[in-house]
């Protein structure tokens, strides 16, 4: 019986960490957005419990003088500069917070180095809602990303 | 003899196991936010994609690349070094009273400047913003001598006891209307005049400018625009043509940040947390004579409006103190454009279109001379 009750115990420990990953309605972020300037394309994954987003497509890849591939120039972190922007990950740490909203996590804008803190909100299962802001959501901007889907 | 790892144990030391495991798995994924190499992923597959919604359609944005962060929240001050001012002579509606000229040192005037924006929409098809500032100038005079300051001139009385105010909120709509053209809307309302911000002027006094820009977005580094604007910046109400004209180099470092003729500047840029601006502004409004404190008042009966423009030939360095406080420091030479003194036509102000539609002189002619002037503000910049 005792062997029964401490079984149950462990078992009640690991649903508890298992508690903390999400259901699947945040995966619906999961994909391929383009952001309103159609400079770049940016794929969204999971990592653990949350929600990441990494640059997979730019509009001009190569740098203008070198004609090599764009790193992250303007990280303020001169150990980053080098970084190429393809596979860099600008949108970080999103959790998914029901009501078709993620949020507790950052976007990064490479034409400045700056990252802010960010929302996203999915207004139809095409398009997101994506609010870059400065310490309060008021001092912020919304950008709307659309889902892209490969060419038929 | 006692068994060290008798089945509780084991069950305890399985469970806790169990648990530790899963949150360095969890903890294992969730730090791994370092960069992917290039080579890991064959990104060519996302050249052949489209919107997965059909009917979508790309906007042009309001910004271009290069271009100096836009003040969500700006706090400066501005100073201008010493120069004179000559007020002119002057008779009152009923022709019973006249004022003389007179002449006065200004030993600099200066004041603060305050700014807000905030975005209300920020869509791809709209973006709305709404501000409010306030500005004020004050003067401090003295006699042409270097006395205390004596004067009986109305003008200068009420400069020197209340200086000048401007009391506005503003909006700014940017409306694409495709992937390469927008409009853009800017209209404010201003209470400008010798009011103390504890004797506030009534609404009426308000003055209202507009610009509407029809413009084009043909690349990411590029946008201009044609429009027209009622505006104040030459003193007095005009209707002007405007020419907007933002561009970046290919490199990042060099462009232009125009709206002319209410500013021009060409911008050069260290890293996009420093950079550099050699142009013009072109300030000005119309500020009603309405504060009685210090000044006859009959003055304040007389219906009468400062016509105040300027041009500022300045330089300009802003950068990043930290993250998202920018502070900007400016420097230049204040040329006067025009500082006369208008009296309204029955509650009307006198259309002249540069002279073209009337030139009905001006009540009171004034002198000021050129200073240099120096303004200063921290400002937090939008993302």
Redesign the interface.
């Known amino acids: 019986m005792?062997?029964l009750t401490?079984?149950l115990?462990?078992l009640a420990?690991?649903m508890?960490?298992?508690a903390?990953?999400p259901g699947d309605d945040g995966d619906r972020l999961l994909g391929?957005w383009?952001p309103?300037?159609?400079?770049a394309?940016v794929?969204v994954e999971k990592?653990?419990?949350?929600y990441?987003g990494?640059i997979?497509?730019l509009k001009?890849p190569n740098d203008?003088?070198s004609g090599l591939?764009k790193t992250d120039i303007?990280n303020?972190d001169a150990n980053l500069q080098n970084?190429?922007l393809?596979?860099?990950?600008m949108l970080?740490?999103f959790v998914y917070q029901e009501n078709n909203q993620w949020s507790e996590g950052t976007i990064y804008?490479p034409?400045?180095?700056?990252t802010?803190s960010c929302t996203i909100k999915m207004t139809?299962?095409?398009?997101l809602?994506i609010?870059?802001?400065?310490g309060v959501s008021?001092?912020?901007?919304?950008?709307?990303w659309?889902?892209?889907?490969?060419?038929k | 003899m006692h068994n060290r790892f008798n089945?509780?144990w084991k069950?305890?030391i399985?469970?806790?196991g169990?648990?530790a495991v899963?949150?360095v798995a969890?903890?294992?994924?969730?730090d791994?936010?370092k960069?992917?190499?290039?080579d890991?992923?064959d990104?060519s597959m996302?050249?052949?994609?489209?919107?997965?919604?059909e009917g979508?359609r790309?906007?042009c944005?309001p910004k271009i690349?290069g271009l100096s962060?836009a003040k969500?929240?700006s706090i400066g001050y501005d100073f201008q070094t010493g120069y004179g001012l000559g007020a002119g002579a002057f008779k009152s509606q009923d022709k019973n009273t006249n004022w003389s000229q007179d002449s006065v040192n200004v030993l600099n005037s200066q004041g603060l400047r305050l700014g807000f924006n905030?975005?209300v929409i920020?869509?791809?098809?709209l973006v709305w913003q709404m501000g409010a500032n306030y500005w004020e100038q004050r003067y401090f005079m003295e006699d042409p001598d270097g006395s205390a300051l004596q004067t009986n001139h109305p003008l200068l009385q009420t400069l020197s006891q209340n200086g000048l105010r401007t009391l506005g909120v503003s909006t700014t709509v940017f409306k694409p209307l495709d992937?390469k053209r927008f409009l853009l809307f800017q209209g404010s309302a201003d209470l400008n005049g010798d009011f103390s911000p504890l004797g506030m002027m009534p609404l009426k006094y308000l003055k209202y400018s507009a610009a509407l820009v029809y413009g084009l977005r043909p690349n990411?580094k590029k946008q201009w625009g044609l429009g027209l604007a009622r505006t104040y910046r030459v003193g007095e109400l005009n209707y002007i043509p405007v020419f907007l004209f933002n561009w970046t180099d290919?490199?990042n470092k060099w462009g232009t940040e125009i709206l002319f003729p209410a500013r021009a500047h060409v911008r050069y840029t260290i890293?996009?947390?420093n950079m550099l601006f050699g142009g013009f502004e072109l300030e000005g409004q119309s500020y009603r004579l309405w504060n009685t404190n210090g000044t006859p008042d009959k003055f304040r009966d007389e219906d009468l409006e400062i016509r105040r423009g300027e041009i500022r030939l300045r330089a300009m360095y802003e950068f990043s103190l930290k993250?998202?406080i920018w502070l900007s420091v400016q420097a230049g030479y204040r040329i006067n454009y025009r500082y006369e003194v208008d009296r309204l036509v029955g509650g009307q102000e006198i259309y002249r279109a540069f002279g073209l539609l009337s030139d009905e002189p001006y009540v009171m002619e004034n002198r000021l001379g050129n200073p240099l002037y120096f303004n200063i503000s921290l400002n937090?910049v939008?993302?």
């Open positions: 005792k062997k401490l079984f115990m462990s420990l690991c508890q960490a298992y903390f990953m391929v383009e309103s300037n159609g400079r394309r794929k990592i653990g419990s949350k990441y990494k997979v497509w001009e203008p003088k591939p303007n303020p970084v190429p393809k596979g860099y990950r970080k740490d804008d034409l400045n180095g700056s802010y139809d299962p095409n398009t809602d609010r870059g802001y400065i008021a001092f912020g901007r919304t950008d709307v659309k889902r892209l889907a490969v060419k | 089945p509780y069950t305890i399985l469970s806790l169990c648990w899963i949150h969890q903890a294992q994924n969730t791994s936010t960069q992917e190499s290039a890991e992923e990104f996302y050249d052949n994609v489209g919107f997965a919604d979508a790309r906007y944005s690349e962060p969500l929240i905030i975005p920020s869509r791809t098809n992937d990411e290919p490199a890293n996009p947390r993250d998202f937090l939008s993302p």
